[in-house]
């Protein structure tokens, strides 16, 4: 059974930063392609971020382009959103996924997904 746990979240002021950490098990993590959604109070869950299995795509929401980095290691079987210059509209609950392909190809839309995490709370205050 896979099993996707997202750890990291927290609260910090505008301008601070966070590091969310995931892990997958049940499975061999490097055949899935993993991504960061979140959802915001009262919105729809949207898309972050993703990276194919390799590490060699990835792709961001425009909202977060060059603040925050994806990144994963196949050996430590964890996939990683570092997340700069935060802002309050960052504020959500971010949630891991994983979706089982192994082309390069990166996908933005929660169908594509087959496996998620509980979510993780992310505060940011002005």
């Known amino acids: 059974q896979v099993e996707v746990v997202e750890s990291g979240g927290g609260s910090v002021q505008a301008g601070g930063s966070l590091r969310l950490s995931c892990t997958l098990s049940?499975?061999?993590?490097?055949?899935?392609?993993m991504a960061w959604f979140r959802q915001a109070p009262g919105q729809d869950r949207e898309f972050v971020s993703a990276?194919?299995?390799?590490?060699?795509?990835?792709f961001y929401a425009d909202s977060v382009k060059g603040r925050f980095t994806i990144s994963r290691d196949n050996t430590k079987r964890t996939v990683w959103l570092q997340m700069n210059d935060l802002k309050p509209e960052d504020t959500a609950v971010y949630y891991c996924?994983?979706?089982?392909?192994?082309?390069?190809?990166?996908?933005?839309?929660?169908?594509?997904?087959?496996?998620w995490g509980q979510g993780t709370q992310v505060t940011v205050s002005s």
């Open positions: 049940g499975r061999s993590f490097s055949s899935f392609a």
């Open positions: 996924a994983a979706d089982h392909r192994l082309n390069q190809r990166v996908a933005t839309a929660q169908y594509e997904y087959d496996y």
């Open positions: 990276i194919s299995w390799s590490g060699g795509m990835s």
